[in-house]
């Protein structure tokens, strides 16, 4: 018998809904691929969504979020490091065909990790103040996408 998975506590609530982006990009790029659309056009957006959600999330997590636990933690680790890679991949200009498929698998691995393991483990260990502070200094936005070329359709 498999334990029931955690409800996510509310302070964690709304970066699990930028997980949701997160997973949207990657499908957005799968999604492009599979029509043909030309590999610019799909690195446009992939950079201004890097650039408009996925810097500030990181920032997040790192700052207020992986903080909870120690760093020298395995978890908070493996994170960092996930984001240092995925930060290379947006950031690599040599070959973006290759690229952005890394970034598609890679990214949607690493939200399963946080989404699957990391956070249900920050959230048995946080304090409730820890959480409030969370809930303090993020608080939901909507998600405002680009939709100035929605290639993805």
Do not use: C
Request: hydrophobic share 35%; net charge negative.
């Amino acid at each position: 018998m498999t334990p029931k998975p955690l409800k996510r506590h509310k302070a964690l609530q709304p970066l699990s809904r930028e997980h949701h982006h997160g997973l949207l990009l990657s499908w957005k790029i799968r999604n492009g691929f599979s029509k043909h659309i030309e590999t610019d056009r799909i690195k446009k957006y992939a950079d201004w969504f890097f650039e408009n959600h996925l810097i500030p999330h990181f920032e997040l997590e790192e700052t207020h979020i992986f903080t909870i636990l120690n760093k020298d933690h395995e978890l908070v680790k493996r994170a960092l490091a996930e984001h240092r890679r995925l930060k290379r991949l947006f950031t690599n200009d040599d070959d973006a065909v290759k690229n952005l498929h890394k970034i598609e698998e890679e990214l949607e691995q690493h939200i399963r990790f946080e989404e699957r393991i990391l956070f249900p483990e920050i959230q048995k260990t946080a304090t409730e103040d820890q959480l409030a502070l969370i809930a303090e200094i993020h608080y939901e936005e909507a998600f405002v996408d680009n939709v100035e070329d929605e290639f993805w359709r």
